[in-house]
Structure formats: structure tokens, C-alpha cells
């Protein structure tokens, strides 16, 4: 296994499985970036977006309590 890969490396089994089953690094990447990003903008005192309901959750109500009653 070479540690010092440069990314040009043919890899048919990894490309296989990307073609399966998406490629799940690229959309870690993309997921991390956007967390990174979040945190960012709310550390820097930009107040910060409330989680969004998870299934089966209405969102919070004027009040802010769960289910808006």
C-alpha cells in the first residue's frame, strides 16, 4: 500500500462500489464542509439557525415550544 498517493491511482474496486453505492467520501466532504461553515457562522456571533425537526417533530411555535401549542 503506497501512503504517499498522489490520487491518480486506478482503483476498479473503490470505482465499482462508488458506482453502486455513491461515492460516500465525496458526501462526507460535502457535509463536513457545510457543519464547518455552520459553526463558523455561528461562533461568529451571527446568532445561529434552529436544528430542523426531525421526523414526526412539528417545529417550534411562537413560544418555542416543541409542536407550536
Known sequence: MNLNS???????????????????????????EKALYQAAYALNGHGGARPAAGPGERPAGAEGRAGGA
Open 6 to 32: 498522489t490520487g491518480n491511482d486506478h482503483l476498479p474496486v473503490y470505482e465499482s462500489l462508488v458506482r453502486e453505492r455513491g461515492d460516500v467520501v465525496a458526501e462526507a466532504r460535502s457535509v463536513a
